[in-house]
C-alpha cells in the first residue's frame, strides 16, 4: 500500500489556495463547469454568480462530440475543436488551469479528465466547488471579462482509455468500476438510456460514495479503503465506466486521490446499449 508521501499530484486544490493564486500575475486559468443532467443551464447559472476570474466552459459544445449510437451520448471532444475552445477562453501552455462546478466535481472532473487527457501539464479541480468558495469566506461576482486568447497544444492520448471490447475484457481479467447509482446498475430504474443493467463482471462503486457530506472528496485513505474493499489496488488494472463518460471522471479524479491509476470508458453504458448484440446483467451480482 502506498504512504501519503508516496501519492501523486493531488488533482484536487482547496478553496484558500486557489484564492491566493488568484493574486499571482499572471493567474491560473478558472473554468467554470456547470452543468446537470436536464438542467439548470449552466451558464445561465454562471452568470448568477462565479468565481472572479472565471470564464464558462460548456460541457456539452466544448467537453464532448456531437452524440451518436456508437460512441455514445458524451464521446470525446474533437482536438481540434477542443484546442479551439481552450484558446478561446484564454487557457495558456504553462499555466495552471482549475475547474469547479456546484455538484461535488461530477461535471468539473469531466474538464479535469478531457485536460489532462490532452496533455494539459497542471490541471485541478476544486475541492467542493463553489459551494467550499463560499463556505470559505470567498466572494463571487456577476462580472465577466473578455480572455486574451490563450496559446494551449491540444495533445490527445495524456489518460488511458478504453473501448468496448476493452471494457468487457477488463471486466473479467482486472477491475471495471461501474460509477452509476447502485439502482441504474442492478437495471431497476434507467432514465436516460434505452436499456438498465450493467456489463457483465462491473462492480457497482456509486460517485456520491466518494464524497463526504460537505460535497468534498473523503481524504486518501478513505479512498483507498473504499476501492481496495471492491478490488482496486496499485497492481491491479482498473477501469471506470457510467452512463456516458463525465461521472466516471469523477471516479478516476477519487481514484488518484488514492493513488490509483484507472482508464475510462468514454462511451460508457450509452456506448455499450448502442450495440443490441452486447450482453446485460441485471441485480446486484457482477454477473
Known amino acids: 500500500m502506498k504512504g501519503e508521501e508516496d501519492l501523486p499530484e493531488n488533482p484536487l486544490i482547496e478553496a484558500d489556495a486557489l484564492s491566493a493564486l488568484l493574486e499571482a500575475d499572471p493567474p491560473p486559468a478558472l473554468l467554470d463547469v456547470r452543468w446537470r443532467l436536464g438542467g439548470p443551464d449552466g451558464r445561465q447559472e454562471f452568470e448568477k454568480g462565479h468565481l472572479p476570474g472565471a470564464v464558462y466552459l460548456d460541457l456539452e459544445r466544448d467537453l464532448a462530440a456531437p452524440p451518436s449510437r456508437v460512441r455514445g451520448r458524451h464521446p470525446l471532444p474533437d482536438p481540434a475543436d477542443l484546442q479551439v475552445a481552450l484558446r478561446r477562453l484564454g487557457v495558456h501552455r504553462d499555466r495552471l488551469v482549475v475547474v469547479y462546478d456546484d455538484v461535488g466535481g461530477l461535471s468539473a472532473a469531466r474538464a479535469w479528465w478531457v485536460l489532462k487527457w490532452a496533455r494539459l501539464a497542471d490541471v485541478r479541480l476544486l475541492d467542493g466547488g463553489l459551494s ?142 448502442g450495440d443490441p448484440t452486447r450482453p446485460v446483467a441485471t441485480g446486484a451480482p457482477p454477473g
Do not use: K, M
Open 132 to 273: 467550499a468558495w463560499i463556505a470559505a469566506g470567498h466572494a463571487t461576482t456577476t462580472e465577466s471579462l473578455a480572455s486574451e486568447p490563450g496559446d494551449v497544444l491540444v495533445q490527445p492520448g495524456g489518460l488511458a482509455t478504453l473501448d468496448a471490447s476493452d471494457a468487457a475484457l477488463l471486466a473479467r481479467s482486472g477491475i471495471l468500476l461501474d460509477a452509476r447509482a447502485a439502482e441504474r446498475y442492478r437495471g431497476e430504474v434507467e432514465p436516460v438510456d434505452a436499456v438498465g443493467g450493467h456489463i457483465p463482471g462491473a462492480i457497482s462503486a456509486p460517485t456520491s460514495e466518494n464524497l463526504a457530506p460537505d460535497g468534498r472528496f473523503l481524504g486518501p485513505t478513505q479512498l483507498r479503503s473504499r476501492f481496495e474493499a471492491l478490488g482496486a489496488h496499485e497492481g491491479v488494472r482498473v477501469g471506470v465506466y457510467c452512463g456516458s463518460g463525465v461521472t466516471a471522471a469523477h471516479e478516476i479524479v477519487a481514484l488518484a486521490v488514492a493513488g490509483i491509476d484507472a482508464e475510462l470508458f468514454p462511451g460508457s453504458w450509452s456506448s455499450w446499449v
